[in-house]
Each structure stands twice: as C-alpha cells, then as structure tokens.
C-alpha cells in the first residue's frame, strides 16, 4: 500500500503556464509538508499543514499557493511558472509536527 | 542562520568496513536531529531520530550519536554492504520545521 503518493511524477511545461501537483497519504497523519529539492539536492521546506492549518509558510513567491482540502490532501498550485521553478518537489507527511516524516516520490518539474 | 552542514564528498568504503557520516550545525541548538536516507529518483526514508539529551541511538547496524559540546551528529553503519550505498540526509529542528543538510553519498564497494 502506497503510504505518501504524489501526481504526477513527471512534469514538463513552459514558462508562463499554471500546474498543480496533488498528494495523498494514507497513514492518518496529522501534518504534512511540501519541499523542494533543488539541482544541488538541498531539501528545503515551503510549507506544512497541520490538521487543514496552515503552520509554516517559509519565504516562498506568492506564486505558490498551497491547498488542504482535508487532512490526508495537501495540493501545490503553481501559478506563472519560471525557468527557476524546475526541481524535484516532495510531499511529506508525519503523525505530529516535529516527528519522523514520511516522503513521498516526488515530482520532477521541468519548465521550458 | 541555522545551518547544518554535511560533508559534501562522496565517501567511498569496502563491504564489511564501518561507515561514518558527519553532521555538524551552526548559530543554534537543535531539539533533535534526524537521519534519513535517499536513493536516486526516490523520496528520502527515515532511519533514526536523536533527542539532544541523548547521547547514542541504534538501530540494528545503524547508529547515531549527537554531541551537544561539538555541535555534531555522527551516523555509523556497521559492517555496511552494497545495498547501504545511497545518500544520507541529517535534518535538525528545535521548532518542528526541519532544515536539511546537503547530505552525503555513501559509496560501498563489494
């Protein structure tokens, strides 16, 4: 059973366009997180969600809008896309902020 | 600003040999740290988390040690195989936020 699932896992746009990236887990999980991961493989946290809250929002453009419609959904809405978006973007859930997280398979961006 | 920092070199080793990974931290006092591993193309997969008043943490051949004085993590795999080659991430936190190192590539050759 896939714990943390994202779609898709490949995507391929160009510049200017809108995309969004959905993900679902399946464990109960109370938080869940979006990451990017960048060329240099840096993981770095966008947002978190706790319970539908929003509860981290680091410095990320107004072009990225998170959604939560429930506690086992966390959408990632990318408005204008730029060359500088393209990396490999997580989605992470775990039982309570702060605990041992759970990832799931990413999804690489590509803008062109 | 919190950093955490990995070495960024591959570390190359012989099956069978222990592996030593470093993690080291800077500008701040993380509650716990947290190792996990990453394969290529995949998500990375959580291995061990270590609270600042513990000293030591094991996990099967996994082990973990968080000095508080040197502000350093080190990660060992004992008798590691090829199947342990990967990159391992060490992530810190004091908020719950977790800030991740660049992390390391382990290379185990048979």
């Known amino acids: 059973d896939t714990a943390v699932s994202q779609t898709p896992k490949y995507l391929v746009t160009q510049m200017g366009n809108d995309k969004s990236i959905k993900c679902e887990q399946n464990?109960?999980?109370?938080?869940m997180y979006w990451y990017k991961q960048d060329s240099k493989k840096f993981l770095k946290i966008m947002f978190s969600?706790?319970?539908?809250?929003?509860?981290i929002n680091e410095t990320v453009p107004n072009r990225f809008s998170p959604k939560s419609p429930d506690k086992a959904h966390l959408n990632l809405h990318i408005n204008s896309l730029e060359l500088g978006d393209s990396a490999v973007y997580f989605c992470?859930?775990?039982?309570?902020?702060?605990?041992?997280?759970?990832f799931g398979p990413g999804t690489r961006l590509t803008v062109t | 600003s919190q950093k955490i920092e990995q070495n960024s070199e591959a570390l190359n080793i012989q099956e069978g040999k222990t592996a030593t990974l470093t993690c080291n931290y800077t500008?701040?006092?993380?509650?716990?740290l947290q190792w996990y591993r990453q394969d290529p193309g995949r998500g990375p997969v959580f291995l061990l988390l270590?609270?600042?008043?513990?000293k030591e943490k094991r996990k099967e051949r996994l082990k973990v040690t968080f000095d508080t004085t040197l502000k350093q993590s080190l990660f060992h795999i004992t008798a590691s195989q090829p199947a342990d080659s990967a990159t391992y991430l060490c992530?810190?936190?004091?908020?719950?936020?977790?800030?991740f190192g660049q992390g390391t590539t382990l290379q185990v050759k048979p």
């Open positions: 270590i609270r600042e008043n513990e």
């Open positions: 464990l109960g999980h109370d938080t």
């Open positions: 500008n701040y006092s993380p509650a716990y």
């Open positions: 969600y706790n319970n539908k809250e929003l509860i």
């Open positions: 992530a810190s936190s004091n908020t719950g936020k977790l800030i």
């Open positions: 992470a859930s775990s039982p309570r902020l702060g605990d041992e997280q759970y």
